[in-house]
């Protein structure tokens, strides 16, 4: 009864800027923890950045300096400058989440949205 959607994906030129935005809804009782994931042709999904409650943040060197998690209630952003071809991928919002008190945290994942980065 968890849903994540993701938006904001497009196609830019390298050095761009653009911002993804999730929002989580449906049968939820807490979010210990929010992240993005991406995943290019033929490659392995790999970690993007996450951010935990009380807001530790953490990043894949390759996007250190140019990326930007944050998250306010239910609703991550993932704020990236400075883009290169190499960051075209199917980027997926992730979260870990309770849907009620008393039971184990479960993590869901949204439909993704394509970033393309041309050259």
Same mark, same amino acid.
């Given at each position: 009864?968890?849903?994540?959607?993701? =938006? !904001?994906? !497009?196609?830019?030129?390298?050095? !761009?800027s653009l911002r993804l935005s999730c929002t989580a809804s449906g049968t939820i009782f807490s979010i210990s923890a929010m992240g993005w994931y991406r995943q290019a042709p033929g490659k392995q999904r790999e970690l993007v950045a996450t951010i935990i409650s009380g807001g530790t943040t953490n990043y894949r060197d390759s996007v250190k300096g140019r990326f &930007?998690? =944050?998250?306010?209630?239910?609703?991550?952003?993932?704020?990236?400058?400075?883009?290169?071809?190499?960051? &075209?991928?199917?980027?997926?919002?992730?979260?870990?989440?309770? &849907?009620?008190?008393?039971?184990?945290?479960?993590?869901?994942?949204?439909?993704?949205?394509?970033?393309?980065? =041309?050259?």
């Open positions: 009864q968890v849903q994540l959607v993701e =938006s !904001g994906g !497009g196609l830019v030129q390298a050095g !761009g &930007t998690i =944050s998250r306010d209630n239910a609703k991550v952003y993932l704020q990236m400058s400075s883009l290169k071809p190499e960051d &075209t991928a199917v980027y997926y919002c992730n979260a870990n989440i309770k &849907t009620r008190v008393g039971i184990n945290s479960d993590y869901y994942w949204g439909q993704g949205t394509q970033v393309t980065v =041309s050259s």
